[in-house]
């Protein structure tokens, strides 16, 4: 009853939240809009905002001499995550099966390990900078710890039922990863998506102003 229930409607439920959550998230900011700039333009915003959006995402010389460790970090975990949630096995079986209707090439098992190690890595340092570090503690609120421990909760019980043996296992991995849909749009966790739009708009800014940004 509960398994049917976890594999069924509130599958369906936690999708349907995480869908609308994300694009009424994203809708409230692009509706604010911007202020408009009556300064003549020096340079291209459209430009600008494309080239911020991707050079953010590469090491720069000042991040690499005040926060190596957060941004190594940052990239074990992202990274990782990205590789287990594209190429795992059991998730493009339950992409194929549940969304897209079609699979591709997984990782093989110890591909898997990899960048399981990788991604648990990379999030147990983050927090740990997080907690240690006096910056990231007075900016951080309990919202990003509990995200923080949903994450870390998906991960966890999703190496627990890899093996696919225990059927209640792999149902505590669904209910957990459906939770953090839930909880997705109203969190911190944001910035997956939202990270397009404040570097798009930064670097759109510095554009026209003829500033490198």
């Known amino acids: 009853m509960i398994g049917a229930f976890i594999d069924g409607p509130l599958w369906?439920?936690?999708?349907?939240?995480?869908?609308?959550?994300?694009?009424w998230r994203l809708a409230g900011i692009v509706r604010r809009g911007v202020a408009?700039?009556?300064?003549?333009?020096r340079g291209d915003a459209a430009r600008g905002a494309l080239r911020t959006i991707f050079t953010r995402a590469l090491p720069r010389r000042?991040?690499?001499?005040?926060?190596?460790?957060?941004?190594?970090?940052g990239y074990l975990f992202h990274l990782g995550l990205l590789v287990l949630l594209l190429f795992a096995q059991p998730h493009v079986d339950?992409?194929?099966e549940r969304i897209a209707g079609f699979g591709w090439s997984t990782l093989p098992h110890w591909g898997f390990i990899l960048a399981s190690e990788i991604a648990f890595a990379g999030l147990i340092l983050l927090w740990i900078y997080r907690v240690m570090n006096?910056?990231?503690?007075?900016?951080?609120?309990?919202?990003?710890?509990?995200?923080?421990?949903?994450?870390?909760?998906?991960?966890?019980?999703?190496?627990?039922?890899?093996?696919q043996s225990h059927e209640a296992l792999r149902l505590l991995h669904l209910f957990l990863a459906e939770l953090l849909l839930l909880y997705f749009p109203f969190s911190s966790l944001m910035h997956t998506f939202t990270f397009v739009l404040s570097r798009g708009y930064t670097g759109a800014a510095m554009a026209r102003k003829g500033v490198n940004a």
Not at 12 to 23: D, E, I, K, N
């Open 134 to 163: 006096p910056v990231t503690r007075l900016l951080s609120g309990f919202g990003d710890h509990v995200a923080s421990l949903l994450v870390f909760m998906v991960m966890f019980s999703g190496c627990l039922a890899l093996g």
């Open 12 to 23: 369906y439920f936690s999708l349907t939240v995480f869908l609308l959550g994300v694009a």
């Open 62 to 73: 000042p991040v690499l001499h005040g926060g190596r460790v957060q941004m190594i970090a």
């Open 94 to 96: 339950f992409y194929a």
């Open 36 to 41: 408009a700039d009556l300064a003549p333009a």
